[in-house]
Structure formats: structure tokens, C-alpha cells
């Protein structure tokens, strides 16, 4: 798919079919993840890929609005490895990259997904760090659901000319 | 382009031709950016666009590894507007998400740009934000430089399988 048609068609997919994803798809959207700008090049994501669905209704009712978790197939949840970064305040920034080309990835080869929040509220990051094993200092950023689309929502133009400052935010 | 092959030759170019940056080039990555999701739809993206060249070269020199902006033909502030999120923690991944797609649009269609951190450096944020004058509680998350590349770096594979976890961080 093009890349800008991929970019402005791209919505949060929430309900999925009974369609399966398979490995290969999955790994084909962690490398695009993957392929994300970092600080200092210092790729601070890690990933726990869930599909068992005891673990992913855990999940999905370890944060408000994860209930995708529980449906899709396959549950990501993405996490930053804070503990030696050479520019530690730029994980979540890294980490934010790599999960907006994971959800590109996904619409481009037909799958759909959906951005859930954890991180900064450490009552969630803790809940999700627990139910996946994670260690200290690999905080839980947030998680993804992905399946095949169900149904997808109509297509909007967020351009919002007024957002866009010429020279200087008053000029 | 495809978007997975933009995703995966999508470098950081720091140096550019003399050949003009538009002002439709420069809508276009910007309604790229704008068609990022954001936590609860609340947007939180704003850009300054800099042409002027006696701005781009005090923006360079205000924050390390800024060189790009003074030589590239637009320099793009990006600043996040805490003033009234619905979801107040969030803005850092909303417009993390924004600046992703804004490089791949600009990569798409031929140009080249490179993702400059400034938050949460709170000395960098300061200098940023007085010289485009942003008010209190607009916060400079990054400056993006933008141009056509004059020579791209090689392609690279970052995908890091010990980077995946199946079911458990442990497993």
C-alpha cells in the first residue's frame, strides 16, 4: 500500500474477525517497529508478543480501554528498557516511533490494531509489567491489539491548518 | 512508495541539496503527522515552520547535534500544548507518533528530514520554545529538519529478534 495512503487511512481497529495472524505477520511488525529512529541509535524497545488468551484477559483488564487484548489474536505489549540508556530521557519518544510504525506496518499488510496507553501512570505500567514478567527498569510502555479488521471506522482529515505556525507561534 | 519499504529505507539525512522545499511539500508531511492517533483524539501536535535563515541558525546552535536545521531549507519546531489535554501524560507519545510519520511522509515523497530531540532537556526546551516564542505550557518536543537529501546513508536491518519475548519476558 502507499505510504500516504497508508498514513491517512489508518484507524484504531478494535473489533477483529476470526482470521488468524500468523507468525510471519507478527514478525513482520515488530521489524517495522524496529526500523524506528532512536536517540543516539539506542533502540530502547522490547516486546512480549501474547497470544494465549487466559494472559490476554489478564491484560485486557489491567488498564481501561484494553478490552481489544481480550478479542485479537494477538496481544503486543510494548515495553522501554530504561536501564542502560545512552540518552535516558528519550526512550519514550523511541519507543512511541517504533509503535506508530508497528500500527502502519499492520493497516499496510491487512491487519488492524490498536494503541492502548499504560505508561506515565505507574499503577497500569506496574499491572502489565507484573502479568508479562517484566524486570525492573523494562516499564511498560504501552499495548497493542492486533487481528484482522472486523469493520473499520470512516476515514478523517485531522488537518488542522490553525496548528501550523509560519516563523514564529504569533507571526 | 510502498509503506513498508518506506519504513525500512527511511534514514536520517542530515545534509541536502540547494533544490527548494515547497509549501505543499510541507503541508503534505504535515498532514502526515496530523494523521498520527493521539490519546482520546486530543492532538497535541503543534508546529512552528522555519524558513528564515537567521532563525534556522539560531535554532541550530540552540541545542546540540541542531546543525541540520541551519542548513536545511525548513527547519520544523514541534511542540506539544499541555494546556488542556484530556489525557495530560500522554502528549510525549501523541506527537512522537506525529514526528514518525511526518519523516516517512517526507522520505515518501522525496525528501529527507532528520528528528532532532529537545524534550524533556528542560534548558533545551526553554531556548527552543523563546526563539519561536511559544506561550507557557507549550512545551518544544523536537525540531525536524527538512529537505532533499543530497546523499542518503546505507540501508540498515535493525530488527533484533533477543528483542522478543513469546507469551512471557521470561519464557
Known sequence: MDTLETIHTRRSIRQYSDAPVSDLQVEAVLR??????SAGNQQPWRF?????????????EATPYAA???RAPVGIVMLGDTRENKHPGYWIQDCSAAVENLLLAAHATGLGAVW???HPI???ERSVADIVGAPEGVVALCMIAVGVPE???????RYRSEF???????A
Chains 1, 2 share one sequence.
Do not use: Q
Open 48 to 60: 512480549v508478543v501474547v497470544r494465549d488468551a487466559d494472559t490476554r484477559a489478564r491484560l485486557a
Open 122 to 124: 505507574a499503577e497500569r
Open 151 to 157: 469493520a473499520s471506522g470512516p476515514i478523517v482529515d
Open 32 to 37: 517495522a517497529a524496529m526500523a524506528a529512529p
Open 68 to 70: 481489544p487484548v481480550g
Open 116 to 118: 492502548i496507553g499504560v
Open 164 to 170: 501550523v505556525h509560519a516563523e514564529s507561534w504569533d
